[in-house]
């Protein structure tokens, strides 16, 4: 709702004055003017009333231009609240100062109510109290009795006791400061003494330093590819640690081993700095970030280097999880590529990426609580941020580029998650769930408030609506726990009956044949008492004796996975086998793929329900089912195969029969089993394929056309081949296809329109 105030101001219930509106005129002046004012009052009613209604419903989307979201279990982008708004935009005027130039870097000293700025391009550094107040600007310092001065000077770390350490990246060195600004120390290049342990070509040129607890300073260095720079309080060099994995592609790799070694010694001059940045926590964490797309972009080292970051949440924490390519249409493509990162006291950490200026705050166990941002000039947006710290919850981003400071709040939605985190941290579980209901009631779709009530509700034995709450949440480790629970507890309580039921199976198993009075005969008189009810079937055409052959023929089956030689023999040569019996085990194969699909228990079933199709289902086993007969018949034909095309399809339906066999019982099974039990499920779908396999190698490739078993593996090995080529072949088609429709959709508009 609105109202109109005394002064004539259209303002919301709550007076937010971005909704006002100012009217030149009141009613105690001028009360000739009611008829217009109403008028007036109109026609803002009609233009502006969908505005204030979103305003009331979330103000803050209306004025952000950017939007929060997370990823689900399958990587979908899931919209939600904004997590944070802009609070405040910082210039060189705002602080009483005449020019910030690519400010690079940021510390929040929250101990001593102190906030440093490194004013990288007037080589300077600023203190401000909380209130954004210069307090002093440290440009220059007394260097033996010489006056000396910063050359670019590019991160600043500070101590408990604000002693300064900054980062003098043009002038090579760590210049130490104590908290009046005189010099204590001048740390050089580490690598004098140490000539063994740097390249040759090795130059000093740090662009970020950090102090722990204990005094011990870490330097990154531009250009310097092995890891973290160790110095002890003194100064003295201690070693390098962190060194980052270069993932290297395939194609880089070939390419690399190809050029000569001038070509080489050029590409070396074109890698980036691996290290981009980093930050310590109160423990002495070192957490840095990659600058890259590929490997790790964000690691916890401790102090001898070894990362020991959690990444427990669906994705590791590399930002973007789908993102466009550079060859499609977009302003910025590519994965996220982390520049800073900030930790907050619970272990909490915030990443700048520079490719789009997100910031994506993750948990302790690396799961992604929300991202907000959006790369641009307008109200709210970074133009290219280098920097992050935080004041309480409050963020803070330099923005180089515009030579910016920014601040952004929390919205109620996030300061909730924060509360809910808390609440876990303490232990204090029955709180934690309240207030995770109180977060699901602005975000339905947040996973993991489903994951912390989950939590909550386990702790109190409650197995059952655990299980409901992790399963919502799509948190399957925490799910196999509450089921472990809610089985043993269940088992307990039907242990009896269980026992029964089991001794009962075991007698019907042992006492099968004489239950149903089964004379024991020969394996021999079996087989030809078989043969001849065979040949009585194949002789009559009546609906019964057809539907008796299909049911014998579909029976037979059960002997040729068991009898692969002699089976397949039979089916060849004496046609035990039959094609409408084929393709009945063919359909039957395509609903236990859709079966399992859609019914595997919730531990192992990692299909998206939004993306099962029942057409992609079929296709994807009858397309590659065909596509194997098809190719198979191609080059057996020119390659003396014995088999016709009928009976490559009845010889593969055939092999095909392990998998109906085991995965049909196993999708049931898989309703019970927890995940530390999970070998098993895979066992047997590995059994099932494999089994299948070594029947379509024995069937349809070596008896079916009388192959060695030699030219029987060229020939398998020739037919995928002819698969993978037969699939490229149809995309180029389909894709050349597609480019004509457009052409000529394209000339045909134009000639309707200039008809």
């Known amino acids: ?393 409050d963020l803070v981003v330099i923005d180089d580029e515009r030579s910016l400071i920014m601040i952004f709040e929390p919205t109620e939605y996030t300061k909730l998650i924060w509360t809910a985190l808390e609440h876990y941290d303490k232990g204090e579980f029955t709180e934690e769930e309240e207030v995770w209901r109180q977060v699901l009631k602005l975000n339905a779709n947040y996973d993991l408030a489903y994951t912390g009530i989950g939590r909550s509700v386990m702790l109190q034995e409650k197995f059952a ?35 029964i039921a089991i001794v009962l199976i075991i007698l019907l198993i042992v006492y099968w044949p004489r239950l149903f009075k089964k004379e024991f005969i020969s394996e021999r008189q079996a087989a030809v008492a078989q043969e001849a009810a065979w040949l009585a079937l194949s002789e009559s055409n009546s609906f019964k004796s057809k539907f008796s052959r299909l049911l014998s023929c579909l029976k037979y089956g059960f002997h040729v996975i068991f009898h692969p030689f002699d089976g397949f023999y039979e089916i060849k040569y004496r046609k035990r086998g039959s094609l409408p019996a084929a393709f009945v085990i063919i359909i039957l194969v395509t609903i236990t793929y859709t079966l399992m699909h859609q019914y595997t228990g919730f531990l192992f079933n990692y299909n998206d329900p939004k993306d099962l199709n029942i057409i992609v289902e079929f296709a994807s086993v009858l397309l590659p089912f065909f596509l194997w007969a098809g190719v198979n018949w191609a080059f057996t034909t020119l390659m003396s195969g014995k088999g016709t095309f009928k009976e490559i399809i009845i010889s593969t339906a055939y092999a095909l029969l392990p998998i109906v066999l085991i995965n049909l019982p196993l999708i049931i099974v898989s309703n019970y089993l927890i995940l530390d039990e999970g070998a098993f499920y895979y066992l047997l779908i590995s059994i099932a394929m494999l089994w299948s396999g070594a029947l379509i190698f024995i069937g349809a490739v070596m008896i079916t056309h009388e192959y060695s078993i030699g030219k029987s593996i060229f020939t398998t090995i020739l037919t995928l081949a002819g698969m993978v080529f037969t699939v490229f072949l149809g995309m180029l088609i389909l894709n050349l296809c597609e480019s004509v429709y457009r052409f000529v959709n394209e000339i045909f508009t134009e000639i309707v329109y200039r008809i």
């Open 465 to 499: 609506d655990a299980m409901y709450y992790y399963k919502l949440g799509n948190n399957r480790s925490g799910y196999s726990d509450a089921f472990m629970h809610y089985r043993k507890m269940r088992v307990e309580e039907n242990f009896t009956w269980i026992m």
């Open 1 to 393: 709702m609105y109202r109109l105030s005394n002064d004539c101001q259209i303002v919301t219930e709550s007076g937010d004055d971005l909704m006002r509106l100012t009217l030149p005129f009141t009613f105690a002046k001028d009360k000739r003017a009611l008829p217009l004012f109403l008028f007036l009052s109109c026609i803002v009613f009609i233009l502006f009333s969908s505005v204030v209604s979103a305003a009331e419903l979330h103000l803050s989307t209306f004025m952000v231009p950017y939007r929060s979201y997370t990823f689900d279990y399958w990587g979908n982008a899931v919209e939600g609240p904004l997590a944070y708004l802009p609070k405040r935009v910082i210039s060189a005027a705002d602080l009483g100062l005449n020019s910030l130039k690519q400010p690079k870097d940021i510390v929040v000293d929250e101990t001593n109510n102190a906030i440093y700025i490194v004013d990288t391009g007037n080589n300077r550094i600023i203190q401000l109290d909380m209130d954004w107040q210069v307090v002093r600007i440290i440009d220059k310092f007394i260097n033996n009795g010489v006056e000396d001065k910063f050359s670019s000077p590019a991160s600043i770390a500070v101590t408990k006791e604000q002693h300064i350490y900054v980062a003098d990246t043009n002038n090579g060195r760590i210049v130490y400061l104590d908290q009046d600004g005189n010099l204590v120390l001048i740390l050089g290049s580490p690598h004098i003494g140490y000539e063994q342990m740097f390249s040759d070509t090795f130059k000093y040129k740090p662009f970020k330093v950090g102090v722990n607890n204990k005094g011990y300073i870490y330097v990154l260095s531009e250009d310097f590819f092995e890891g973290i720079i160790t110095l002890d309080p003194d100064g003295i060099f201690r070693g390098i640690i962190g060194a980052p994995k270069v993932v290297v592609s395939l194609s880089e790799y070939i390419w690399y081993r190809l050029s000569t070694d001038e070509q080489k010694a050029r590409r070396n001059l074109f890698l980036p700095v691996e290290y981009s940045g980093f930050t310590l926590d109160n423990e002495g964490f070192l957490y840095t970030t990659v600058a890259s797309d590929e490997g790790e972009p964000i690691r916890k080292l401790n102090p001898a280097g070894k990362d020991t970051l959690r990444r427990f949440g669906f994705f590791r924490p590399i930002g973007d999880i789908t993102y466009t390519n550079m060859w499609q249409q977009s302003t910025y493509y590519g994965r996220s590529m982390f520049v800073d990162v900030t930790v907050f006291p619970n272990g909490t950490y915030s990443v700048l990426d520079r490719t789009r200026s997100r910031i994506y705050t993750y948990d302790f166990d690396g799961n992604l609580l929300y991202m907000f941002g959006y790369r641009g000039r307008a109200h709210g947006q970074i133009s290219r941020g280098i920097a992050i710290d935080h004041i309480g919850l």
